[in-house]
């Protein structure tokens, strides 16, 4: 089987744990902190937000953590996600590296999102929650939330992104579909999102403000609480299946990754495919390097500042100590939806400044060329968010050609870009610009950073 493309699990592969890295952190995670006593958050202060086992998987420090069988059971309906060889690329690239991705697009939504929109679904159901709000920036989260919610019976309220909401009609047709509300944000359902639309009534949203919405809405109503697509310890861990299994099929194919690429936004699908390796090489074994992808025009982990700061635009949320471009930061409205979020998950962040993982940029037009030339030899048409994983993934391999060396490269195609067709045909037509955020504002949203004592 010289030659082989696709490497797939049996169902009863699918793990039955997820990963969690915090077990195997050499220096331990900066502390969430309450942004009115500055002090360590505790269980309580999340309370109003999230159902107490999640609260506790952002915590824990226990290295598996047991997926519950309800969880399996859906997973069953994608999982384990197929494995590949990119060889008809490695032609057209006529590189000596070898190339793999894991296809997370087989999902019902279409990305890795459905892989912990089901748990969060599962746990808050247990939980007694009934309603569930929350925010989408390419659709594919919200998406995802409304399937989980149709399987759990839980009424799903979802804020798309303005810019998201005009760009995508079908993300939301999809989201109605399956039962769940869609809203864009800014909105005048909420007051945070009137006040944003008082100062500028054609604002295009951001990730910021849509969270800032959908967590007012869960703070003021006891049967509501809030879920969120990436960022949070927990959305991260419940996407290590993606790696648990691509270890595993690596292993079939009798290779292991030198570099392992993945497109971050808030870092989730990058850590679902990244973490479990990364942990098995601070556990002593090989360490790949792993290559984030960020846009150039949202860039936290390339321009941002590590430093605490809010989740949301309206400070709502705890200060997590992340990799941000300040919370009141509003990205130009390029098309990876998904991407325009202004801060970095807090352990993505936390394993840049302990130099596991390293970071670049690019400009939208060369990720969706790379798209493109994946597709046109490979088949599958990415999101714009996972061309940016293409792209890294495509840059590693021609640096592998020019430095003759056959290196080993695994990336998560983390969805396809079916729902994002016009952003392909502007694309095509040249009306795709390369949007520069504006330096001024950067620097204005980093001034306003919280100053958070630094501890004694
Ligand atoms: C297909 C796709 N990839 C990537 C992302 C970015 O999120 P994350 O960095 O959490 O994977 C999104 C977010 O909506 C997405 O839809």
Redesign the pocket.
Known sequence: MGDQIKYLLDESRIPKHWYNIQADLPKPMPPVLHPGTMKPVGPDDLAPLFPMALIMQEVTTEREIEIPEPVRDIYRVWRPAPLFRARRLEQVLGTPARIFYKYEGVSPAG???PNTAVAQAFYNKVAGVTRLTTET??G??GSSLAFAGALFGIDVTVFQVRVSYDQKPYRRALMESYGARCIPSPSTETEYGRAVLAKRPDHPGSLGIAISEAVEIAAQREDTKYAL??VLNHVLLHQTVVGIEAMEQMQMADAYPDVIVG????????AGIAFPFIGAGLRGGAKPRIVAVEPAACPSLTRGKYAYDFGDTAHMTPLTKMHTLGSTFTPPGFHAG??RYHGMAPLVSHLKELDLIEAVAYHQTECFAAGIQFARAEGILP?P??NHAVKGAIEEALRCKREGRSETILFNL??HGHFDMQAYMDYTAGKLTDQQYDEQELAMALSGLPSVPEPA
């Open positions: 990305s890795h999102k920036g390419a594919q989260w697509g990436s497109c971050t936004g808030g870092g989730s699908n990058f998904g991407l999101a968010e996972a983390c969805g």
